[in-house]
């Protein structure tokens, strides 16, 4: 019902910045709060940021909590995740998720994902 595509992946070097973007058709899109996550090599998938349906909360991990911001604009049906002062160590495919109501934090808690998009941050 609700498909999700990323893009803005991409190669940096530690300490350069990207800027992700997660575009969201097929359903009414200010009623859906989304999520970041992201999933390393022989790693479980890890939370990294959620918005809520019109954006005033949001929520990071503490490993990120400085560095990431997450926005939305609910008349562009899109989100971003602004990513700065990148590690080594956030190399990951980076997927976007949503689900009706509230915010979570787990990936369970989401209906709806995109393909994800891989970044890779060099050192």
């Known amino acids: 019902q609700v498909q999700l595509v990323e893009s803005g992946g991409g190669l940096v070097q530690a300490g350069g910045s990207l800027r992700l973007s997660c575009a969201a058709s097929g359903g009414t899109f200010s009623t859906l709060a989304m999520a970041w996550f992201r999933q390393a090599p022989g790693k479980e998938r890890e939370f990294v940021a959620a918005i809520s349906s019109t954006g005033p909360t949001t929520y990071y991990a503490e490993s990120v909590k400085g560095r990431f911001t997450i926005s939305r604009n609910n008349v562009q049906n899109t989100i971003t995740l602004q990513m700065n002062s990148l590690k080594p160590e956030d190399t990951a495919v980076y997927s976007c998720?949503?689900?009706?109501?509230?915010?979570?934090?787990?990936?369970?808690?989401?209906?709806?994902w995109g393909q994800g998009t891989q970044v890779t941050v060099s050192s």
């Open positions: 998720a949503a689900r009706p109501g509230l915010l979570r934090a787990k990936y369970d808690d989401y209906n709806y």
